[in-house]
Antibody
Framework: QVQLQESGPGLVKPSETLSLTCTVSGGSVSSGSYYWNWIRQPPGKGLEWIGYIYYRGSTNYNPSLKSRVTISVDPSKNQFSLQLTSVTAADTAVYYC????????????WGQGTLLTVSS | DIQLTQSPSFLSASVGDRVTIPCRASQGISRYLAWYQQKPGKAPKLLIYSASTLQSGVPSRFSGSGSGTEFTLTISSLQPEDFATYYCQQLNSYPRTFGQGTKVEIK
């Protein structure tokens, strides 16, 4: 059974860079079958897809965030990561990692989410 | 981007009611639509994909229908554990987008 677990600092100051990690167990981020995604949800609001990384390192980002987002993968730790630069209060959200197979497939597996607050 | 519209945002119903939740896409997405259930403080849980395929382990009272631009999630007999927020998601193209959600509340 695949499990995903997000981790991060919890609090980031405005204008700084947000860094979150998703640790995968029960499966490999190096598998050629899967896309590794980040999704976020501001408090009391809906879901926003941030982007994905494929095992070979190819990425696809939401145009609304593309200028500030980098998703990377570390096969040696079986992790993938999210960096979001120049954060503001609008980036305060619960951040989820999730897995799909692309090809019109939904997110079958999600992490439990981690709240990141942007505040001075 | 493909916009998904869920209306109403809130729905009041009683245990045992048949509930239908619509989702409309801004352009045709064939049957590339999924439904998720989310409870407070929890990650979304996949219920249905490919518009009508029930995810393993999901009770059969949940069903999905539709294609193109009009989709519906139906709960045939609402149970106490079904009070939650439901989101549709399009899987036709990137960026992946979600509806704004429909919260099912106790009447």
């Amino acid at each position: 059974q695949v499990q995903l677990q997000e981790s991060g600092p919890g609090l980031v100051k405005p204008s700084e860079t947000l860094s979150l990690t998703c640790t995968v167990s029960g499966g490999s981020v190096s598998s050629g079958s899967y896309y590794w995604n980040w999704i976020r949800q501001p408090p009391g609001k809906g879901l926003e897809w941030i982007g994905y990384i494929y095992y070979r390192g190819s990425t696809n980002y939401n145009p609304s965030l593309k200028s500030r987002v980098t998703i990377s993968v570390d096969p040696s730790k079986n992790q993938f990561s999210l960096q979001l630069t120049s954060v503001t209060a609008a980036d305060t959200a619960v951040y989820y990692c999730a897995r799909d197979t692309g090809y019109g497939d939904p997110f079958h597996y999600w992490g439990q989410g981690t709240l990141l607050t942007v505040s001075s | 981007d493909i916009q998904l519209t869920q209306s109403p945002s809130f729905l009041s119903a009683s245990v045992g009611d048949r509930v239908t939740i619509p989702c409309r896409a801004s352009q045709g997405i064939s049957r590339y639509l999924a439904w998720y259930q989310q409870k407070p403080g929890k990650a979304p849980k996949l219920l249905i994909y490919s518009a009508s395929t029930l995810q393993s382990g999901v009770p059969s009272r949940f069903s999905g229908s539709g294609s193109g631009t009009e989709f519906t999630l139906t709960i045939s007999s609402l149970q106490p554990e079904d009070f939650a927020t439901y989101y549709c998601q399009q899987l036709n193209s990137y960026p992946r987008t979600f509806g704004q959600g429909t919260k099912v509340e106790i009447k």
